[in-house]
């Protein structure tokens, strides 16, 4: 499948890049006596991801007579074999001649060498020479890199809609491929295709076009780069099923991507390249998803949740659970001390800190882990007074990993778990837990978030109550609640907060 889709993509990108400066020719035009000229990437227009290997385009003044688009100078040859003098004009980099898609007067679109030294192997700028079919030469210096990433738009802007495809494929393996972006009749503008997951027996991807990419470290030597990539949809990461050179087109590169079940609604893009993170100002379709599908763990019942770097974990009645392919496959958690049959109550991720996760368990107390798979006892830290306390054996049924880490307990209310810079003479580094109960009128605390130095407290038959860093108690925040309700879950979304309970969603 993916060699089928980098073959049929060649016909669109060839007019996107023979074209490209159609809608932006006089972006970066100078006054002609000046004879300047801008080198940046022929994708997203940075100067600073114009790298080995690469499409790249130049803008100028008075740069051809006409507007020319390449062919395959040696058809006889395999592959597309660009010309290097084209309309008459020329153009070098490092002393190098390069591969030329097109001219015109105001821009130039070319393939940056392989065998150009980059900027860290050789920290120096690197000249670009351009010779107009007037005779006149115009130059200028660029760093370049060994590799990087430029999405290419679909309308050559640099922005809005990515130039690419999307992909669905049949249970009969039957494919069908549409366009990411659609005209809007109304503003003569191109919007994003919705992203339709239904019906569920059908796998749909995206397939994504730039330039830069082939160069990234190929760690495992399986042909691309899809290791050093790490696309993230909405904040949601994604293993693409390959990353690199398209294969058929000089300088372009590809990334498919299966776009998961889980995905949240209105997604953004940003993709890691080698850890080095590049975000887009691209619009990807919004979602359409009018059905819920099993992914895994069937006939268990989930207590709790959390995902961090690609993959998840899953508190259950009978222990804990780990995915490392988006919930598709699970495996079993052994937590040194506990049985493995283990209630695990709820389960949360860190954003910073010591440890990457948090567990909680009604009557064994609490746990963390870097890694999600060695976890180390976090029941006990000392008090003030240096008394300890424990929370082991305490019923925990809540938790919430953020600025810090509190846990709801069924009976005995909310504790925190504070780190600061000193010692304790038995404990370092120094952290209290603070049992932090007052105005909090009901202590069975069945849910808790935070956000905006807060902290949302849900209890079992007695509402919400909140805790602002700058109280010193806890407030009820009931109003428009029914009486004595019981909440289960909050989240966060943009201004809001969402409250389940058990009249239902508030």
Not at 173 to 183: I, S, V
Not at 246 to 263: C, K, V, W
Not at 357 to 373: M, V
Request: include cysteine; glycine fraction near 10%.
């Amino acid at each position: 499948m993916i060699s089928y889709v980098r073959r049929l993509s060649v016909v669109v990108l060839l007019l996107l890049l023979a074209y490209a400066g159609a809608a932006s020719r006089n972006l970066f035009a100078r006054d002609a006596s000046a004879q300047t000229i801008a080198v940046v990437s022929a994708a997203s227009y940075s100067p600073w991801q114009v790298t080995q290997g690469a499409i790249a385009s130049v803008f100028g003044a008075n740069l051809a007579t006409a507007s020319v688009a390449a062919g395959d100078a040696d058809p006889r040859t395999p592959g597309i074999q660009l010309p290097t003098t084209l309309g008459g004009v020329s153009l070098r980099i490092g002393g190098t001649a390069a591969g030329l898609f097109y001219v015109s007067p105001g821009q130039i679109n070319f393939l940056v060498p392989d065998q150009i030294s980059f900027y860290s192997e050789r920290p120096d700028w690197t000249d670009v020479e351009v010779r107009t079919n007037s005779g006149v030469t115009v130059a200028a210096a660029i760093q370049i890199q060994k590799f990087g990433l430029s999405l290419f738009s679909a309308d050559g802007t640099g922005r809005g809609v990515p130039a690419g495809w999307l992909l669905r494929v049949k249970t009969d393996g039957t494919q069908t491929m549409l366009p990411l972006g659609q005209l809007d009749p109304l503003t003569n503008k191109l919007t994003a295709r919705a992203l339709d997951l239904t019906p569920t027996s059908e796998r749909v991807f995206l397939v994504l076009f730039g330039t830069g990419l082939r160069n990234a470290p190929d760690q495992n030597n399986g042909g691309n780069a899809n290791e050093s990539v790490r696309p993230l949809l909405n904040g949601y990461p994604v293993i693409p099923l390959y990353a690199g050179a398209q294969g058929a087109f000089p300088g372009l590169d590809q990334i498919n991507l299966e776009i998961p079940r889980a995905l949240p609604a209105v997604p953004t893009l940003a993709l890691s390249v080698n850890q080095q993170t590049f975000d887009f100002p691209f619009v990807l379709p919004p979602l359409v998803q009018n059905s819920w599908s099993s992914v895994g763990l069937s006939a268990r019942a989930i207590n709790s949740l959390a995902t961090s770097d690609g993959w998840w974990l899953a508190g259950t009645p009978t222990g804990l659970f780990r995915s490392e392919d988006n919930g598709k496959n699970w495996r079993r958690i052994g937590i040194a001390n506990l049985s493995e049959e283990q209630n695990i109550s709820a389960v949360a991720a860190a954003a910073s800190g010591e440890y990457s996760f948090y567990l909680a368990t009604e009557g064994r107390g609490t746990w963390a882990s870097i890694d999600g798979t060695n976890w180390s006892d976090a029941q006990y830290s000392y008090g003030v007074g240096g008394l300890p306390i424990s929370l082991d054996r305490k019923k925990i049924i809540s938790l919430s990993v953020q600025s810090s880490v509190y846990f709801g307990t069924d009976g005995e209310g909310v504790f925190a778990r504070v780190c600061g810079g000193g010692q304790h003479p038995e404990t370092p580094p120094y952290c209290v837990y603070r049992q932090t109960n007052q105005g909090l009128s009901n202590l069975r605390v069945s849910a808790l978030t935070q956000r905006n130095n807060e902290v949302l407290a849900g209890t079992l038959g007695g509402g919400v109550f909140y805790l602002s860093d700058r109280a010193a108690q806890w407030t009820a925040l009931n109003q428009g609640l029914p009486n004595n309700v019981e909440v289960y879950a909050f989240t966060a979304f943009r201004d809001f907060i969402w409250a389940g309970i058990s009249a239902g969603l508030f």
